[in-house]
């Protein structure tokens, strides 16, 4: 290791890119899920609809994604963002449903014999039930992303990926290594976090 313990703010602020790359795309693709997941859940024809869509965005491969948006808004942060949001939008906004869905009837009809109205059953009945299933969503949204956010080194838009594609280019393992490390130690360590929240919010609505 001769290269890293010299060059320790570079990876800091490769690092800090791509935690906001994937946190600011994940945040706002969970908004975009969650309006369209609550409206479309008991309308099977917009859910239907709304999973052909972003099942397009999804298979599409994210170079080919950046190219298509670089003549629109050009290169840097704006396209990776609206690249990598539009990955999450098919898992969360399935999650969302599957969530939703899970909610019984005698539930819902026993907060509509409580009362409840439609927005306050949904905030206080339907979606903690469908919390568990929003965090797996989550979970599987977010290392999908912090994979292909080094990708967007390619945009210039900063992250891992600028110090691995360095790597590659000048033929420095060294580099890679801790590009690739970092990257894989991110999405490890969401996973794990994101496991452990996901089976305590199961524990709880069981």
């Known amino acids: 290791m001769r ?27 969970l908004v975009f899920a969650l309006i369209a997941g609550i409206w479309s859940a ?21 170079l080919a994604m950046f190219a298509l948006l670089i003549p629109i808004l050009g290169l840097g942060f704006k396209p990776a963002i609206v690249g990598l949001t539009s990955y999450c939008l098919l ?8 969530g939703l869905r899970a909610v019984s009837p005698d539930i819902a009809d026993a907060a509509l014999g409580l009362g409840y109205g439609p927005a306050r059953r949904l905030i206080e009945i339907e ?38 594609f360095a790597g590659i280019d000048q033929r420095y393992p060294e580099k890679i290594m801790i590009g690739g490390g970092l990257t894989a130690l991110m999405a490890i360590t ?13 524990g709880r609505t069981a």
Do not use: K
């Not at 290269?3 to 795309?25: C, E, K």
């Not at 903690?128 to 080194?153: C, K, N, S, Y």
């Open 127 to 164: 979606l903690p039930i469908a919390l568990p299933f929003i965090v797996a969503g989550l979970r599987v949204a977010i290392v999908t992303v912090i994979g292909v956010a080094t990708v967007a080194a390619y945009i210039n838009a900063g992250g891992l990926g600028t110090i691995i």
């Open 190 to 202: 969401a996973d794990l976090l994101l496991s452990r929240a996901e089976r305590a919010l199961r």
């Open 42 to 62: 008991h309308r099977p024809r917009a859910y239907a609809a709304i999973l052909f869509l972003t099942g397009i965005l999804f298979v599409v491969p994210s």
């Open 3 to 29: 290269w890293a313990p010299n060059h320790l703010p570079d990876i800091a602020l490769a690092l800090w890119q791509h935690l906001l790359l994937v946190t600011v795309s994940v945040s706002i693709a």
């Open 91 to 98: 898992i969360l906004t399935r999650n969302v449903v599957l």
